[in-house]
């Protein structure tokens, strides 16, 4: 009984500290039913009481397999029992296209972000522990993966508005498996966990053919730690080095040519990632060939186009911007936000719509768009419409609307990941 008590109260120390620096009022909890994650909700619910805060559950129905409406309602059966509010997101957008497994990760997290906004949560805690951290490193380890990806995932980062936290990603899954026996509460095991179809469950058989040479979830998280050092160094020196070259323009990105030429090459392939994903707003970047091709094309002073960015090139400087063909079907009204990070906004928007500039409504401004940004890039800004007929384009001609109800539009830049300077240095 003493061993026992020391183990919880260790566990419980270790899962506390997640939230040391940060105690939000109201956490959500992921939770699938499984072992790892009906210990996250065991712990939560000792440390919600404990520190007086607010919580709330939430399990995602993929709809893939007949169980899976089962194990809903068993988290909600224990949920109640713990009185803690509990909720079922079910996912129908499959189209059988794609990777399933990745589709259901995106699709499951927005689904989660979606539902946290909705409740007034900034926080939710995820099940994942010091094995998955393992088989993650594998898994990327077998694509041949930098840096970044062997770093594995992060006990804390920011995403879609929200705080996501690992509190047991120090934890291994034996550990939990037995504070859940202590407790006499059952979980659900997923078949799909002993499906060797998947990369995860490949990834850990190979682990446990590892051990004998000394190769567990700590000694692998020890080496993801030192990984992670190494990439907050090249973070610091890529966000440097992009203050020293690289200025934002209403959305674009300009490089100078000489200050990059004088980047060493990885930190120049990690500026130039960066910078796809923050105009496109894209969760990854793009690797190897394409990159290293787009690349040389900067080097050369060339356009070219790769992941919805354009790169427009001169002697001077390089203009990243948005690909009109990325954003030509993009279409928001007034006061929302379009194309995920631009918000127009108007006094009045009946009847309008916001919409890329495109050529028509470039041919329709004339000559107002001479000594700006280049016609490529205007092409692919929002502008206000109202049927055919160009309203305002902001970002093209801050003067007056063009349209005969003149009244008030600005162009504001809502990004999700932030400014382009300071989100290289958050992941």
């Known amino acids: 009984m003493v061993q026992t008590d020391t183990h919880s109260a260790m566990l419980k120390h270790f899962f506390a500290s997640a939230f040391t620096f940060e105690k939000p009022n109201h956490v959500g909890i992921a939770v699938s039913g499984g072992g790892d994650s009906m210990a996250l909700l065991r712990l939560m619910a000792d440390w919600g009481q404990e520190q007086r805060v607010r919580l709330s559950a939430v399990t995602v129905n993929h709809g893939l397999r007949a169980d899976a409406a089962r194990e809903a309602e068993f988290v909600a059966e224990t949920c109640e029992s713990l ?37 007034d949560i900034d926080t939710i805690a995820l099940g994942h522990t010091a094995d998955d951290q393992a088989e993650t490193f594998f898994m990327r380890l077998a694509r041949a993966s930098g840096i970044d990806g062997l770093t594995g995932m992060q006990r804390r980062r920011q995403a879609d508005g929200i705080t996501w936290v690992r509190p047991l ?47 567990d979830s700590h000694v692998v998280g020890r080496v993801m730690d030192h990984l ?51 105009i496109s707003s894209a969760d990854y970047g793009p690797r190897g060939l394409k990159l290293q091709e787009f690349m040389s094309a900067m080097l050369r002073g060339q356009h070219a186009t790769l992941h919805g960015v354009r790169l427009i090139g001169d002697a001077q400087s390089l203009r990243l911007c948005r690909e009109f ?58 502008a206000v419409f109202s049927g055919d007929d160009l309203i305002a384009a902001p970002l093209a001609d801050p003067s007056v609307p063009v349209g005969v109800a003149a009244q008030s539009i600005h162009a504001k830049l809502i990004h999700p990941r932030g400014h382009a300077f300071t989100s290289l240095l958050s992941h």
């Open 228 to 278: 992670s050092q190494v990439r907050s160094v090249l973070d610091v020196t890529t966000h440097d080095h992009a203050i020293d070259c690289m200025v934002e323009d209403n959305g674009d990105l300009i490089i100078d040519r000489k200050g990059f030429s004088q980047g060493a090459p990885e930190i120049n392939r990690r500026l130039v990632s960066h910078a796809l994903k923050w």
């Open 325 to 382: 063909s990325a954003v030509q079907d993009e279409v928001s009204i007034p006061n929302g936000i379009w194309d995920n990070r631009w918000q127009i906004t108007c006094d009045k928007s009946d009847g309008l719509i916001v919409r890329a500039l495109g050529e028509d409504g470039l041919q329709k401004l004339g000559a107002r768009v001479e000594g700006g940004a280049p016609r490529e890039s205007l092409k692919s800004t929002p």
């Open 169 to 215: 990603l120090m934890q291994e899954r034996c550990e939990l498996r037995q504070y859940l026996r202590d407790l006499r509460q059952p979980w659900i095991d997923d078949p799909s966990n002993d499906d060797e179809t998947y990369d995860r469950v490949k990834a850990r058989k190979a682990m446990a053919a590892l051990t004998d040479l000394g190769i």
């Open 83 to 119: 009185k803690i509010k509990h909720s079922t997101l079910n996912w129908t957008d499959w189209s059988g296209a794609g990777n399933l497994q990745d589709a259901a990760r995106r699709a499951r997290y927005g689904l989660m972000a979606d539902w946290a906004k909705d409740n």
